[in-house]
């Protein structure tokens, strides 16, 4: 068998490069499958550091996903962490969009029903953190997208009332409640950032 014939049977077997091919079948002296062992090795060891998961875990997937590194190390986010603590790992400096993939996860586990805004006061979550959570994020995103003074006709008391007593934001809750667009401003970030660490301090609570 030549060299390049080598280099098929062993990328039929793995999915490792030409040039990586060539390089482990002189190094095995041309041994398919002493070839084939040294790239799973070397992609065991390089999966290994760069997660903290057991071997026993990691092994088994990545043998299961061909030795792709990057479905492997996808399939370990899965075992390990649930969706909401995955959004966080994953958008960690930007509380703002991290609570906008919490809302489209809830959404979507739950699902939530919705005619292009959702209902807030007929929706029904799993528990109290997800109701306060939504009923929040999907003001924020009307007056986002309505505008401020249009926002006050959208379950006003019902947010002012949430924001108030789920994040202990008075002052945001306050300009809400009385229409004040410039103090809420004020505030705006300060819900954003409540909002967030709701999901943090109760993720247990979170899809």
């Given at each position: ?5 080598q280099i ?14 060539g ?9 398919i499958m ?8 070397e992609i ?9 998961a ?19 190390l996808?399939?370990?986010e899965?075992?390990?962490y ?16 991290a ?12 699902p939530?029903?919705?005619n292009?805004w ?17 009923i ?14 249009s926002a ?15 994040l202990?934001c ?26 967030y660490?709701?999901?943090v ?7």
């Amino acid at each position: 068998m030549d060299h390049e014939e080598q280099i098929k049977q062993l990328r039929l077997q793995v999915p490792v490069g030409l040039r990586h091919a060539g390089l482990l079948l002189e190094k095995t002296g041309g041994d398919i499958m002493a070839a084939r062992q040294l790239f799973i090795q070397e992609i065991q060891a390089a999966v290994l550091g760069k997660t903290t998961a057991p071997p026993e875990l990691v092994l088994p997937l990545l043998e299961q996903h061909q030795y792709d590194i990057p479905r492997t190390l996808l399939a370990i986010e899965e075992v390990l962490y649930t969706i909401t603590e995955r959004i966080l790992r994953k958008v960690k400096n930007n509380p703002e969009a991290a609570i906008d993939k919490v809302a489209l996860a809830i959404e979507t586990a739950t699902p939530l029903q919705r005619n292009f805004w959702l209902s807030l006061e007929t929706m029904t979550l799993p528990n109290s953190y997800q109701q306060a959570f939504m009923i929040i994020h999907e003001w924020l995103s009307y007056e986002d997208y309505e505008g401020f003074d249009s926002a006050l006709y959208f379950h006003r008391e019902l947010v002012s009332t949430t924001i108030r007593d789920m994040l202990s934001c008075p002052e945001a809750a306050a300009a809400i409640r009385d229409g004040h667009e410039d103090a809420f401003r004020l505030h705006r970030e300060t819900v954003i950032s409540q909002l967030y660490a709701l999901v943090v301090n109760n993720i247990s609570y979170f899809p």
